[in-house]
T-cell receptor
């Protein structure tokens, strides 16, 4: 079993829909990262959180430390949100990242 | 200029050739990492360095070597490239434990034929 599991693997949505991507982890962490990878390949850090909730524009990330679970929400989705979203757990003692396999999101106009 | 710069962006090389991928950063971070990304497998750690004199193997270091020439530079070498090393390679930096933020380079797409 992978230490960081994401679901779903693939997600297709219509423009305007509310989207949720889930991440569960089994290791002790100091933080949980949400990353975005566009088709060109570059990786951008969206959020880094260790508790509670963070919001940036239409993106919201939450984490429940007790349940070892995090979610990334996109409100009013847009075709430009189409990308791969990657959850990564920052291992508590070392600070190294353990990555989920990513969720490929496609938002149709 | 980007905070983390990888060169080259794309490279095609032949089996058996030695190739070096370079990474430089202006973040001033001590920690640097090399990852490879394969479809369906996600990102996997090849090597990491906590400072110039501290280099560590990651989960898939076989067939690779690294050099930390300075705080700002971390190079990855494939001594004798093979086709299953075809992948997208990322360099990253972090400021752990001062913060938990990571910064990624734009990636190098390597094809071994």
């Amino acid at each position: 079993k992978n230490e960081v599991e994401q679901s779903p693997q693939n997600l297709t949505a219509q423009e305007g829909e509310f989207i949720t991507i889930n991440c569960s982890y089994s290791v002790g962490i100091s933080a949980l990262h949400w990353l975005q990878q566009h088709p060109g390949g570059g990786i951008v850090s969206l959020f880094m959180l260790s508790s509670g909730k963070k919001k940036h524009g239409r993106l919201i990330a939450t984490i429940n430390i007790q349940e070892k679970h995090s979610s990334l929400h996109i409100t009013a989705s847009h075709p430009r949100d189409s990308a791969v979203y990657i959850c990564a757990a920052c291992r508590g003692s070392q600070g190294n990242l353990i990555f989920g396999k990513g969720t490929k999101l496609s938002v149709k106009p | 200029d980007a905070d983390v710069t990888q060169t080259p962006r794309n490279r095609i090389t032949k089996t058996g050739k030695r190739i070096m991928l370079e990474c430089s950063q202006t973040k001033g971070h001590d920690r640097m990492y090399w990852y490879r990304q394969d479809p369906g497998l996600g990102l996997r750690l090849i090597y990491y360095s906590f400072d110039v004199k501290d280099i560590n193997k990651g989960e898939i270091s076989d067939g690779y070597s690294v050099s930390r020439q300075a705080q700002a530079k971390f190079s990855l070498s494939l001594e004798s490239a093979i086709p299953n090393q075809t992948a997208l390679y990322f360099c990253a930096t972090s400021d752990f434990p001062r913060s938990v933020g990571y910064t990624f380079g734009s990636g190098t797409r390597l094809t071994v034929v």
